[in-house]
Each structure stands twice: as C-alpha cells, then as structure tokens.
C-alpha cells in the first residue's frame, strides 16, 4: 500500500487497494485505525492528511474514474496557467453527482485527447488548451496559447486536428480566433496586405500616406512625411530566420534615432480588427503630430 501511495502523491482508491490484493474489511480497518483517511467516496490518503494540491487533484480524478484532470486543473499542470488553481477541474465519461471540491465536467474523450503529467491523468495539451477557451477571455487565452509556445509545447497541427473532430464544444470558435495569428493567410502577402491597409486608411479619412517611401536609407511600408511617423506591414513571408529577426530590432533602433516613430501591424490583426487599428492609428497620428509641431514652429 505505502509504495502505491508514494507513486501516487500519498492518495490511492479502493479499486486500487482491490487490486492488489487489500479486502473492504482490511480497509475498513485501516480507516478506524487511522492508517487511512476518507477524501472523496472510495479514495484515501495513506498515513496522514498533510496533502499538497498534487494529490487532491489526482484524489479527485480518481474519485471520478474513468476520467481525467481538465480546464484549469490540467492547464496548471502543463505550465499554461500563471496561479494554481483553488477548485479541481475533472472531465468524466459519464455525468456524475457534483461534488463540493471538484468542478465536473462530461465528455467521452479519445485516447487523442488524453495524457499523463506528474503521475495525474489530464486531457492533451490541445484539449487543455479548447477546454480553457471556453471560458477565458481573449487576452488570457491568447496568454494561454503563447505559454505553450515558450515552453516549446505548442502544436498548431494537434490542435487542428482537434477542431476537426469537435465542432460544437463552446471553445471552438474562440480558440480559432486566438489561432488566427499562428496560421499563414495567403490572403496577406505584401502587396495584398499594403493594397488592404491603404484602402483602410482612405476609407477611415486618415491622411494618405506615401507607400513604399524611401528616406534614412530605409524603404518605409507606408510613411507621413510631416509626422515622420512609419506603419510597417508585417507579412508572413518576411520573418522566419534569426537574422531578419535582428534586422527587424536594429531597423527600430536606426529609424528612432533619425527621429521617426514606427508602429508594426500584422497582417491577421488588420483582417481580424481593422476598425480597431485605424482608430489606434488615428490617434496615434494626432499625437506624432502634437509631438512635432513646436519643433516645425521653431525651425
């Protein structure tokens, strides 16, 4: 019992203790005498109660078998989650009567859509990841999904091929959204994207600016001369490589220090908000122009 407990974060079932040979009347004795203690119906922690979230989490899990830790519970335990979770998340294959101390949750997963971290059973990173964009907002979610790819976890491939299994969990859509700068857009090549920003620019009533301009030894994406202020267009096919990574820094840097503001926008971002980027723009413009001006008067 005591090796199962320590392989387990000191929690085992009663199924468990079944299996390897423990009869109810031998359990029944170890919890009057105080060598097991009662957590959920048919799980026990071994010994003592001073448990970590470790094993109430898997005490939970196994309190609900078959099943797995889910939403926030398996996001903390894939690192995606910055604040550890004060109620455990389980997904069960079938409903069960809700518990005090676990959030339950129903669904049949495939093998697919199951793992294995620190000893507890949890949904796949993909799953996690559809699972908390059923309830984060945007920008958590998209905190969320850059986490995983810091880690070196992320795989737009698994989660592709998850949206194409589930099409009607309430993540779905949200987490496409969030995916939307992750997915090469043939749309946004640079000339696509320079035509739909001007277009933008015009229909909004900003000032036109000079496409293509070149001063500073630099060729500028779309430039206001009297502001000398830069929007550069980011598309998919000009980053990929450690160099023009650099390159791109060390253009910021020169472009600054000939006294020219710049702001990137992204190709997705243009198509996702574009009213959004025209009102940030505009501001923007107003306020270069504010900057400026008291110089433009002294000259």
């Not at 929690?11 to 009869?23: D, F, K, N, P, T």
């Not at 009662?38 to 010994?47: F, T």
């Not at 070196?152 to 995916?179: M, S």
């Not at 006294?259 to 997705?268: L, Q, S």
């Amino acid at each position: 019992m005591s090796d199962l407990a320590t392989a387990q974060h000191g929690v085992v079932s009663a199924r468990q203790l079944r299996e390897i040979g423990y009869s109810r009347d031998v359990v029944a004795d170890a919890t009057k005498a105080g060598r097991l203690h009662r957590l959920h119906r048919g799980v026990y922690a071994v010994g003592h109660l001073d448990l970590d979230w470790h094993s109430h989490c898997l005490a939970a899990v196994l309190a609900c078998t078959p099943a797995v830790a889910s939403h926030t519970s398996a996001g903390w335990l894939w690192g995606l989650l910055r604040y550890q979770p004060g109620v455990v998340d389980v997904t069960a294959a079938t409903r069960r009567h809700p518990k005090r101390t676990i959030r339950l949750h129903h669904a049949r997963l495939g093998d697919e859509d199951r793992d294995e971290r620190e000893g507890i059973p949890i949904t796949s990173l993909a799953r996690t990841q559809l699972d908390l964009a059923a309830t984060l907002a945007p920008a958590r979610l998209s905190r969320v999904i850059e986490r995983a790819e810091e880690l070196g976890i992320f795989d737009l491939i698994a989660i592709e091929e998850l949206l194409g299994r589930v099409t009607h969990h309430p993540g779905t859509g949200k987490l496409r959204l969030a995916l939307a700068i992750y997915r090469p857009d043939p749309a946004f090549t640079r000339s696509g994207l320079e035509r739909r920003f001007l277009a933008l620019v015009k229909r909004s009533g900003l000032p036109v600016p000079a496409m293509n301009y070149v001063t500073e030894g630099f060729e500028l994406d779309a430039y206001w001369e009297e502001e000398r202020f830069v929007a550069e267009l980011d598309a998919y096919e000009t980053h990929g490589s450690n160099a023009a990574f650099e390159r791109d820094r060390l253009r910021h840097e020169d472009l600054k220090l000939a006294g020219i503001e710049m702001v990137r926008i992204t190709g997705p971002r243009l198509k996702r908000e574009p009213q959004r980027v025209m009102e940030r723009l505009g501001v923007l413009l107003a306020r270069r122009r504010e900057e400026i001006r008291p110089r433009l008067d002294a000259a």
